[in-house]
């Protein structure tokens, strides 16, 4: 057996190998075995003819193709094993020439990890995160959190009246532009909190006063940035029916309501909780700030062709991600890329540029671990695995246990490479500059 190793571009290998008859042999006989398992031959148990009284009755170019695949299956791996080819994603194997007593030639197309060449990571890094932004938690954010909290708690209770703000009402609407019935801008059993502004400004005004079962007919504008482009600061003409009118009691924030979310004993622990969890947020996304400048400051160091295939498989990622979040808000993928006027390659186009730089990233990242001989024991595996059990509960049944455990172990070098990185950043003389409380509260308990 011979073969020839050709660089391509864009971090590919092509791998061209020639099989003589003699090399292809053992794996026809292999082929022709398996043929004979479950072959039925008059006077022998099915599966129990010898393979050379089977040879004649099998078609000879699918014994030859069997022969061929067996041969690609076993030869690949360990080309790759022993000339230390290390590919990312599938490769792609092309047949050349096949033919009975002939030589078997095929090619086999790879991307590879691309060689990396790293700068000083010290003399980068170390001018980094001599600013660093810290946020003190409010009196206010702690407020605003208790109220989002009491507001998702709210008790309802139908009522006959008409709507007032705060009230829930249950309504089915059409909206029309120039008579025209927008089929994408249209619901039934639609909730809403009156006065919250979560629809078109002036839509919810129009609303007060209604009971259940009455309908009325109303025009507004669409605000600039409506998300139909074409409709922006159009009027919008509205077809609506109240279904229901609920009243909604907000429960008293004390020390019962505390109690209630069954792990507080008091309104301060409850209070202590919130702050803690915006607290953690906060340094959160000033570590992921730094982290996405550790990034960028390397990545434009470094010049490197990024495989296709990575590059795909972050686009399939996004793309999965992109779904879930959609489905979160009880919103199908289609009616999103319906509702932005995009197909699903499109979208794809759009994404590919962040993709690119997500792949580049942690070829970066992997580049560096592999250089710092970084890497993870089976206690800290064993811990990654127990990490990702309970954080991920049933998702983790849909891999096996050499999965779950690979997983975990990137995982740890993963953590292991930014402890590294964030070595280099500077610990003492370091600037804080404070940053506007977040304005958005969360539920954080």
């Not at 022998?44 to 690609?72: C, F, M, Q, S, T």
């Not at 160091?301 to 489905?327: F, T, W, Y």
Request: charged share 35%; glycine share 6%; hydrophobic share 35%.
């Amino acid at each position: 057996m011979d073969f020839t190793i050709k660089e391509l571009a864009k971090s590919q290998l092509e791998i061209n190998f020639v099989l003589t008859p003699e090399d292809l042999r053992p794996y026809l006989e292999s082929a022709l075995n398996d043929i004979a398992k479950n072959a039925s031959v008059a006077g022998y148990r099915p599966g129990k003819a010898p393979a050379n009284l089977i040879k004649d009755k099998v078609d000879p170019v699918a014994l030859l193709e069997e022969g061929a695949e067996k041969a690609i299956r076993d030869i690949w791996p360990k080309t790759a094993e022993e000339q230390k080819i290390e590919g990312v994603g599938a490769p792609k194997v092309e047949i050349t020439k096949i033919a009975p007593d002939n030589n078997l030639e095929f090619k086999v197309t790879v991307d590879i990890l691309p060689k990396i060449e790293l700068p000083d990571l010290k003399f980068l890094l170390s001018p980094l995160g001599k600013e660093r932004i810290v946020s003190k938690v409010e009196k206010k954010e702690i407020e605003d959190s208790l109220n989002w909290l009491a507001d998702s708690r709210a008790i309802t209770t139908k009522v006959e009246r008409g709507a007032t703000e705060g009230d829930l009402v249950n309504v089915n609407f059409k909206t029309f532009s120039n008579g025209q019935e927008l089929s994408e801008s249209q619901a039934d059993n639609y909730p809403l909190v009156l006065g919250k502004g979560h629809f078109l400004e002036g839509f919810e005004k129009e609303l007060m006063g209604l009971k259940a079962n009455e309908e009325k007919n109303f025009s507004v504008t669409a605000p600039a940035d409506y998300w139909e482009e074409n409709l922006r600061g159009k009027k919008l003409d509205f077809q609506v029916k109240v279904n229901e009118v609920s009243e909604r009691k907000l429960p008293l924030i004390d020390d019962g309501f505390a109690k209630t979310l069954g792990q507080f004993d008091s309104i301060n622990t409850l209070k202590k909780s919130i702050e803690e969890g915006i607290k953690g947020e906060k340094e959160k996304a000033e570590s992921e700030r730094l982290r996405v400048l550790i990034l960028k400051n390397i990545s434009d160091q470094v010049k490197l062709d990024v495989p296709e295939s990575l590059i795909e498989g972050e686009l399939n990622a996004m793309i999965h991600d992109l779904r879930h979040q959609c489905e979160d808000h009880g919103l199908s993928f289609e009616d999103y890329l319906k509702q932005l006027k995009k197909t699903e390659e499109e979208m794809r186009s759009d994404l590919k540029s962040g993709a690119s730089s997500k792949a580049k990233a942690d070829l970066i990242l992997r580049a560096i671990s592999k250089e710092q001989k970084i890497n993870a024991n089976e206690e800290e595996i064993n811990v990654a695995v127990a990490e990702l059990l309970h954080s991920m509960g049933g998702e983790v049944s849909e891999l096996s246990n050499d999965e779950i455990k690979l997983y975990a172990k990137e995982m740890v070098i993963r953590r292991k490479t930014w402890d590294y990185l964030e070595s280099f950043l500077p610990q003492e003389g370091v600037k804080i500059t404070k940053e506007e409380t977040i304005k958005t509260p969360k539920d954080t308990v």
